[in-house]
């Protein structure tokens, strides 16, 4: 069993910036792919960013390609972020983190089927 803490969040005006981190109940993440995904009002979830398993490349969705990048703690292995800049209202939505074993390639960000979620926390981008 894998349990996901999230922090960050809230409330920002357009183009502001926020930070979502993401820690594990392991040692490392360094076997799970690991992914941000939200879900807005009305709307499917979307997958916003990733880390594949193995390689370890990085994906992220057209909408937020060039504003948003996941990274992982040089220090804490278990602990994951999003840097989200120049955020604007279309980014408001629930966002969670999710790790899993054995998802590689772009597929942690097309395939949702994590096996672990984190408890989400609002994104709010509003003047």
């Known amino acids: 069993q894998v349990v996901l803490v999230q922090s960050g969040g809230g409330l920002v005006q357009p183009g502001g910036s926020l930070r979502l981190s993401c820690s594990a109940s392991?040692?490392?993440?360094?076997?799970?792919?690991i992914g941000w995904v939200r879900q807005a009002p009305g709307k499917e979830r979307e997958g916003v960013s990733c880390i594949s398993a193995g390689p370890g490349s990085t994906y992220y969705a057209d909408s937020v390609k060039g504003r948003f990048t996941i990274s992982r703690d040089g220090v804490k292995n278990n602990t994951v972020y999003l840097q989200m800049n120049n955020l604007n209202p279309e980014d408001t939505a629930i966002y969670y983190c999710a790790v899993d074993r054995g998802i590689y390639g772009s597929t942690c960000l097309q395939n949702l089927r994590y096996g672990y979620w984190g408890q989400g926390t609002q994104v709010t981008v509003s003047s």
């Open positions: 392991l040692s490392t993440l360094d076997y799970y792919a």
